[in-house]
DNA sequence: GTCTATATACGGATAGAC
DNA sequence: GTCTATCCGTATATAGAC
């Protein structure tokens, strides 16, 4: 058996220290409210390193941004370009594979949508999700379906929102629903790992609403 | 026929030109990114009379979000906690009135949601309907159906967050919806509308789902 | 109540020693 | 590469004249 090498924060580079305790103050607090002095801290390192590794604090968040955008647009056009893959099996990998992703990174839809509402056209042009979702393989298959009299054409993008929504919603109003329906992590968790078998389903009945 | 009366910003006393500027910058910007001069400027008074009539920004800001909350709960409440509805109309109506509000109000829902972020505990001691939800007429009915077997009792939280998200998250990801399905504002607003029809029947197949 | 001028605080960035 | 000390712009808040 090979021997497992854990890393310990100690092993990292003092680059990759700043960036990764950057990756956190950032999507938990945004852009504005983030102090380089919180990330230094974060990171234990000296905040005048911030500033010899990148330029200035906007330029390392760009970085995380790029970064957080691209992993994030990765899953989706990587699941909607199977050939191999039904719509319905489609569906449920995503439901699953982000479902799983934002369980252990709940911050990231709240940060990247509210830093989108800060700066929209800015960083809507780094989305380089966007044509090419248009011309997926999911959504022909969409367009397939609508053609057979299972929905109408007009409610693809509304299935399309519904998708995105039932999925991310939860965890952009984590703190809100938590309070609302007196919730603990692991209550909110457990809800969450249930929605990987709901939401595929509850897609199916949506979509055979004629 | 009587006179309507048109009320012009002049109209206004400067203590309600700053709140009003205030509500739309907060909303827009949130508290951070949020600067008093844009207020002052929007509002198109001295930036000395903010302090004058509202000691300071944090002050401004807990007046606006209070008020945010408030009228954003009343519409739940009200609705939730009619005996003389059946819950089909209370989806209904919520939905309903939500969209419309939103429509004319697009920021209200990052803006909270946002702001909950940076500040949980603080924030939401002041959600008022938290133990108001969970006795209202709207979740006994919920109780009742899950009893009668339409679905199980342990859906009922699912339901009413694909309720929630369904209606608010498109106005949460507006600008990212937007550019996803390069949408126009009143392209985005028509999809809105039709889904004051849409969610309902969703909704209603989703709570058939056994 | 409203203005101009200014004080004060905070946060990002840098100079220079080690 | 890393530290301490400090600079400097920006933003909030206030003093004081009108």
Known sequence: MAKKKVM????????????????????KKGLAAARTRDIAEEAGVN???????????????????????????????????????TL???????????????????????????????RPKDLLEKLPAKSVLSNSVAINQFGEMAAGGEFSEKDIPHLLMNLLGLTVFPFVGKPFIMALGGLDELEFNTLMQERKKMIPLWMKTMMSVK
């Open 47 to 85: 905040l005048a390193l911030l500033n010899y590794y990148f330029r200035s604090k906007e330029k390392l968040f760009e970085i995380i941004m790029y970064e957080t955008l691209t992993n994030f647009a990765k899953g989706i056009t990587g699941i909607f370009n199977d050939e191999n893959t």
């Open 8 to 27: 310990r924060e100690m092993d990292f580079s003092t680059e990759e220290k700043i960036k990764n305790a950057a990756r956190v103050v950032f999507q």
């Open 88 to 118: 319905e099996e489609k569906i449920g990998l995503l439901v699953e594979k982000y479902l799983e992703m934002l369980t252990n990174d709940p911050n990231i839809p709240m940060f990247i949508l509210s830093e989108i509402r800060n």
